[in-house]
Structure formats: structure tokens, C-alpha cells
């Protein structure tokens, strides 16, 4: 079993010592308990407790402590895949609830498994989801200073069971200030993909993520026989190529993981049988 979380972005220059540490112990702990859950659990489950986990933490940006867009609301994206039976389901662009992975973990069930924005609220209501206000002080005071913080928080988790199955999720509060309507990569097959060969979930700018279909791309590259250091190298050349910023976590089958960045630097954790690692 294996198990590796991203949190976004750090930047150095535009946040502290503090919320790195805050940032490290979270994703430790979170890595630790997801990885307790994986060993009574599917891989699908797993990557939909971890991404709940990550969602209900303020320091991400996702669920609670979501960016605000440019018109003052906060919409969030989510999505899964199971590598397993192949299927997708996500929401895009949700609003005032707690954890759209949830929903999108719902909509694995529906023959209709991807809804975006009234649709998905909608939908919500129907399964008695209740309503709750992911937004937190320091966002608005940001969205007041119009901060653009460029999507940096998006969080996500690439699982591998005991039975030798891998499940992808990605969660977001988008990119901070964009337009309304605006789709983020992270409910889409460029963000976040799995089939039996490898799960990817990736984070940064969801038009850089969607202009090269980064996560599709890595996992297609391992299922047509590329080692998981050449399936990155290859997609991230791509992206530069585009300028493009982004990160993305994997595991493969064998149980390799992987991690990989355009910009210093993506914050990540992974648990492997047990032993937890963390970006320094
Ligand atoms: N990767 C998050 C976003 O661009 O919406």
C-alpha cells in the first residue's frame, strides 16, 4: 500500500516559516491517518478521505479557505477517478458546501457523473448535502487587496490498495479572482487521472495543466510502457515548453511514487508502508 498528498504551492517569498512548519505538520498528519484508513479501505475511498481531509484544513485552498473569485463568490472543483473500473465523476464550480468531494464521490454512482455549477448545487440539495460557507477572513481581506494568488493550494491524493488498485482525487478553490465560469483543470482528466497502471493529481495553473492534459499525459506515457522518470520528464518538458506551472504526485503499480515540479516549489507527503516523508 501506498499513499502520497499534495497541498499546492509554498512560495518563500509571500508566506512564513510558520505556515511552512503549519503546512509540513498538517500534511504529515494527514498523510499518517490516510494511510491508517488505506488499510481497511479501497484506494477510491482513501483518496476521497484524504482529499476531505485536506479540504477541511485552512491552510489549503480547498473546501474551507477557497479563493474568492472575481465577483466576490467562492466556487469549488473536485473530482475522482478510479483507476479500477475507470470511472470519472466530479463537480465544477460548486457552491457553500463543505467538501465537494463528497459530491463528486455521490456522482460516482450517477450515470451523469460530472455537474457543474446550479446542476451540481442542485444535486447537493437533493441528497441533503447542508449548506456551509467555506469562506474564512483572510480570504476576503485578500480578495479585498485583490491578491492574486494564482491557484497555489489546489490539494490531492494518489492511492494504492492492497489489492494492487490505484484512485486519484483533486479538490480547488480555483485560482483567486477569476472570471465567473471560469472551468479549473482540477474536475477534468488533464488534472487529475488513474487507471490500473498509474494515478496522477496535479496542482498550479488549470490553463497550463489543461493546454498540456498533464496528468492524461503522464498516465498514458507509464500504460505505453515509459518509466514513470521518462513519462514526467517528457510531459514537463511539455509544459515548459508552454511556460507552464504546474505539479503533480503519482504512483505507479509497482508501488514507485513520484513527485515533480515546474517552480520551486509543490508541498507534498507520502506514506510508504507506514513510513511517512514530507517536503523540506
Ligand atoms: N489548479 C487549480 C486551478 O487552476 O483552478
Given at each position: 500500500?501506498?499513499?502520497?498528498?499534495?497541498?499546492?504551492?509554498?512560495?518563500?517569498?509571500?508566506?512564513?516559516?510558520?505556515?511552512?512548519?503549519?503546512?509540513?505538520?498538517?500534511?504529515?498528519?494527514?498523510?499518517?491517518?490516510?494511510?491508517?484508513?488505506?488499510?481497511?479501505?479501497?484506494?477510491?475511498?482513501?483518496?476521497?478521505?484524504?482529499?476531505?481531509?485536506?479540504?477541511?484544513?485552512?491552510?489549503?485552498?480547498?473546501?474551507?479557505?477557497?479563493?474568492?473569485?472575481?465577483?466576490?463568490?467562492?466556487?469549488?472543483?473536485?473530482?475522482?477517478?478510479?483507476?479500477?473500473?475507470?470511472?470519472f465523476?466530479?463537480?465544477?464550480?460548486?457552491?457553500?458546501?463543505?467538501?465537494?468531494?463528497?459530491?463528486a464521490?455521490?456522482?460516482?454512482?450517477?450515470?451523469?457523473?460530472?455537474?457543474?455549477?446550479?446542476?451540481?448545487?442542485?444535486?447537493?440539495?437533493?441528497?441533503?448535502?447542508?449548506?456551509?460557507?467555506p469562506?474564512?477572513?483572510?480570504?476576503?481581506?485578500?480578495?479585498?487587496?485583490?491578491?492574486?494568488?494564482?491557484?497555489?493550494?489546489?490539494?490531492?491524493?494518489?492511492?494504492?490498495?492492497?489489492?494492487?488498485?490505484?484512485a486519484?482525487?483533486t479538490?480547488?478553490?480555483?485560482?483567486?479572482?477569476?472570471?465567473?465560469?471560469?472551468?479549473?483543470?482540477?474536475?477534468?482528466?488533464?488534472?487529475?487521472?488513474?487507471?490500473?497502471?498509474?494515478?496522477?493529481?496535479?496542482?498550479?495553473?488549470?490553463?497550463?495543466?489543461?493546454?498540456?492534459?498533464?496528468?492524461?499525459?503522464?498516465?498514458?506515457?507509464?500504460?505505453?510502457?515509459?518509466?514513470?522518470?521518462?513519462?514526467?520528464?517528457?510531459?514537463?518538458?511539455?509544459?515548459?515548453?508552454?511556460?507552464g506551472?504546474?505539479?503533480?504526485?503519482?504512483?505507479?503499480?509497482?508501488?514507485?511514487?513520484?513527485?515533480?515540479?515546474?517552480?520551486?516549489?509543490?508541498?507534498?507527503?507520502?506514506?510508504?508502508?507506514?513510513?511517512?516523508?514530507?517536503?523540506?
Amino acid at each position: 500500500m501506498k499513499l502520497i498528498i499534495h497541498g499546492g504551492f509554498f512560495s518563500e517569498s509571500s508566506t512564513s516559516l510558520e505556515i511552512k512548519h503549519a503546512k509540513q505538520n498538517a500534511l504529515k498528519e494527514i498523510a499518517g491517518d490516510s494511510y491508517e484508513y488505506l488499510k481497511t479501505h479501497t484506494a477510491v475511498e482513501t483518496v476521497v478521505y484524504a482529499v476531505s481531509l485536506l479540504e477541511n484544513n485552512l491552510l489549503f485552498n480547498a473546501g474551507l479557505g477557497s479563493q474568492i473569485q472575481s465577483d466576490g463568490k467562492i466556487r469549488m472543483s473536485s473530482s475522482i477517478h478510479d483507476g479500477n473500473s475507470k470511472k470519472f465523476s466530479g463537480v465544477i464550480n460548486v457552491q457553500n458546501i463543505q467538501n465537494p468531494i463528497r459530491l463528486a464521490e455521490l456522482l460516482m454512482q450517477e450515470d451523469d457523473r460530472v455537474l457543474g455549477a446550479e446542476g451540481a448545487n442542485k444535486y447537493a440539495a437533493e441528497k441533503n448535502i447542508p449548506l456551509y460557507n467555506p469562506e474564512l477572513p483572510q480570504r476576503r481581506k485578500e480578495y479585498e487587496e485583490k491578491v492574486k494568488s494564482l491557484g497555489l493550494g489546489t490539494v490531492g491524493c494518489v492511492a494504492l490498495d492492497g489489492e494492487g488498485k490505484i484512485a486519484a482525487a483533486t479538490s480547488t478553490g480555483g485560482k483567486g479572482f477569476e472570471l465567473v465560469g471560469r472551468i479549473s483543470d482540477s474536475a477534468t482528466a488533464a488534472g487529475n487521472f488513474a487507471n490500473n497502471f498509474a494515478g496522477v493529481s496535479c496542482t498550479g495553473v488549470g490553463e497550463d495543466i489543461v493546454s498540456v492534459a498533464l496528468a492524461t499525459k503522464i498516465v498514458t506515457r507509464i500504460s505505453d510502457g515509459f518509466s514513470m522518470e521518462k513519462a514526467f520528464e517528457k510531459s514537463f518538458f511539455e509544459l515548459k515548453e508552454i511556460d507552464g506551472f504546474a505539479g503533480a504526485i503519482c504512483i505507479e503499480k509497482d508501488g514507485s511514487i513520484h513527485h515533480q515540479d515546474s517552480h520551486p516549489y509543490m508541498v507534498w507527503a507520502s506514506c510508504d508502508e507506514g513510513i511517512i516523508e514530507c517536503f523540506q
